[in-house]
């Protein structure tokens, strides 16, 4: 008869004290020759939100379900399953293991604390019983090798502990640092950026980032000159230009990468779709590069926690009796506008105005005509003299402040070299959106009266 597995029972249960524990070195998960345990420790920590463990320990203890998994070897016991939790408490019971960032931290936080020095472990009978374990556990396999990115990381995550670029290419003996350095520097550069969303950003954020369309594209000669994009030969240390035209572009680049307008096989695979994709987006646009700047003056913004999935929330609703109105009103409603924010732009310009002609229309008091046509302008004029003349001081200023970005709206719909990014359509709503309650609530309020 077989036997259900039973881990509780054929695994032991031990205590053991943290300086008879060794971190994983195998979770290190490079072809490389120099693992050590400093390497892991700093590894956990930079990249891996080990202080945050740390923080979660201090405030409210080690919890009894949390109880690392280890193998013995040489007398000593080392983690598979558990490495943050024990780093953690690694550098709570002696902060000089931990990097310097965050030494000083730890030290203050353990003063008149007395640091936990002993904890229980599992002991597995090998490596390869854990790794089944994880494996059905997670059920997912336990060994993946690491994305490049995620490479670019752990390297740079040593320079920012004190160790220089040439150490790096000594000690790790590849000729792949200063290439690792360059894709670390361009990729915190894309996270710096003021003109992309919180989408973009989160996106961007992700180890599996699709770095290797950027790649594609900063490595490119042509590239690099149109943009102003300087690389240091030997340590791969980045510096572009201070300019707002380069930021500007930069947006574009990092935000057509996640919505996969260009992939490292269409759009730029070769070096003439590089230099059409890139001509594209400096039409009419100059970068200068006379001022530059290093990555290390580049500070990646904070993520938004909660980001908007739709632009126009659902209660807003057309009270004018006009189909058009309606049709367009609901379809921004569902648009996808940080895909397509240039469409979406464009449609709330139009439905603006639309709206605005209509209500004005509705309570009989028609926009005079200059010409042929009513031009957004006119409209946003004769509003704020109405809105003057019934003293709706608050209205009055919205139209007022809608003017002051109106003619980012004109351009995004006559001026082929100026594009919107998400955050540009966002803010827009953001800005009209009392208008459109007040003049939808008001209309429909005139009509009853009728």
Known sequence: MKHIINLQKDWKEIDVKLNDLLLDEENIRLDISNKTQDVVINDLFINEDAFQILESIYKNGLFPDEIPVAIEKNKKYIIIDGNRRTASLKAMLNPSIAPKLYRQKIEKMMTGYTPIDKIKIILAPSRNDVNKYLAAKHTKTTRRPWTALRRAYFYYAQKENGTSIEDLIKTYEINDIPKYIKMYEMHKIALSLDNISDAVRLSVSSKNFEISTLERLYNDKYVQEQLGISFNNTTGQVSVPDDSNFYLI?????????????????????????????????????????????????????????????????????????????????ELKTVQYRKFPNLSGDALRSLLEAVLKKYFDRIGNPIPKKAKYTYLQDALTHSKNHFISIKNQEMKQIIERIESKKEFLEMINHNPSVFAVPDDVENMWDLMQELFIFVFQDAKKYKNKK
């Open 250 to 330: 930069y947006s574009k680049i990092i935000t057509d990468i996640v919505n996969k307008t260009i992939t490292s096989r269409e759009k730029i695979k070769d070096e003439s779709d590089r230099k059409i994709y890139i001509d594209g987006l400096l039409l009419g646009k100059k970068i200068l590069s006379t001022s530059k700047i290093g990555a290390d003056k580049f500070i990646p913004r904070k993520i938004k926690k909660n980001i908007r999935k739709n632009l126009i929330p659902e209660f807003i609703n057309s009270t004018l009796n006009s189909p058009t109105i309606e049709r367009v009103l609901e």
